[in-house]
């Protein structure tokens, strides 16, 4: 059973940095890719940024430049660190990998940016 637990959410200003960061159960799992997903109240689930086992990396345009997603492998821990945060950015943040063909998803950590 795979289970992917988030962490590092909470209350930002505009233009001010947090790193979440996402723990998975089996170690197997640092050979596949790993994403991070946003979901705003009212909106739909969308890709923020992913990486691949070997660390390539992809990121949503809205974020480009402000977020970097990476993984430790030793840890079983992928992290997204976001600088310049803008209230736009406010969403409920899912760590999501697909192994053996099936989706796993985290809890989800709430990201609040607001003066």
């Known amino acids: 059973q795979v289970q992917l637990v988030e962490s590092g959410g909470g209350l930002v200003q505009p233009g001010g940095s947090l790193r979440i960061s996402c723990t998975f159960s089996?170690?197997?799992?640092?050979?596949?890719?790993m994403a991070w997903h946003r979901q705003a109240p009212g909106k739909q689930r969308d890709l923020v940024a992913s990486?691949?086992?070997?660390?390539?990396?992809n990121y949503a345009d809205s974020v480009k430049g402000r977020f970097t997603i990476s993984r430790d492998s030793a840890k079983n821990t992928v992290y997204l660190q976001m600088n310049s945060l803008k209230p736009e950015d406010t969403a409920v943040y899912y760590c999501y990998t697909n192994y053996y063909g099936n989706n796993y998803w985290g809890q989800g950590t709430q990201v609040t940016v607001s003066s």
């Open positions: 990486i691949t086992s070997g660390g390539s990396t």
């Open positions: 089996a170690s197997v799992i640092r050979f596949y890719a």
